[in-house]
């Protein structure tokens, strides 16, 4: 979905600027929360001023991101992206199986999409599993993977990582009081 150059620009600007990004110890996961969430509106930040050197690339990534999730999905509206994080993974990071909706209080999202930036060989972990569809994908980068966000069989998990994982999560609505992006 994006080259492997992209990819490298944002792995360096999150590493050059790691200090402002959050670091959750006991998911030991650096990421900074951007968008309309519901669940985490105290940690979520509106406004791409933080990331001014990467905003135009971002602005353009999520245009790409609407664009193909409204082709492959056969949505009749169109989508936006209401909310993403900017992560690393370190080793020793897991994600327990969710659902992106936050336990129905995230409603307005219908489609989470997650931007690889770096690929994880089997031996490094970081697998995306879906237990109820028996389907795993061991991330590659540049690869944009895109499912429903509320519907009980997508329930997902990251399996143990073993090496640094980089990746873009983004989640879209068809509800444009929830678009992040205003024009």
Do not use: W
């Not at 996961?29 to 105290?42: A, I, N, T, Y």
């Not at 336990?103 to 599993?129: A, I, P, Q, R």
Request: proline letters at 3%; charged letters at 25%.
């Amino acid at each position: 979905f994006i080259s492997q150059e992209e990819c490298e620009a944002y792995i360096d600007y999150i590493d050059r600027n790691i200090e402002k990004i959050t670091f959750y110890e006991s998911a030991k996961r650096h990421h900074l929360m951007f968008g309309h969430e519901v669940e985490h509106k105290d940690k979520s930040l509106t406004s791409l001023d933080i990331v001014y050197e990467i905003k135009d690339r971002l602005i353009s990534l999520f245009g790409k991101v609407e664009a193909i999730a409204k082709s492959v999905t056969g949505s009749k509206s169109d989508v936006f992206v209401s909310s993403f994080f900017i992560a690393k993974q370190i080793k020793g990071s897991f994600i327990d199986r969710h659902f992106d909706t936050d336990e129905n209080t995230n409603l307005h999202l219908k489609h989470s999409v997650v931007l690889y930036l770096n690929t994880m060989s089997d031996s490094s972990g970081g697998t995306l599993n879906f237990p109820y569809l028996n389907y795993s994908y061991s991330p590659k980068g540049g690869d944009l993977i895109i499912f429903p966000s509320n519907e009980k069989e997508y329930s997902h998990e990251v399996l143990d990582i073993k090496e640094n994982r980089y990746s873009i999560p983004l989640f879209l609505t068809d509800d444009p009081d929830f678009k992040l992006i205003r024009n």
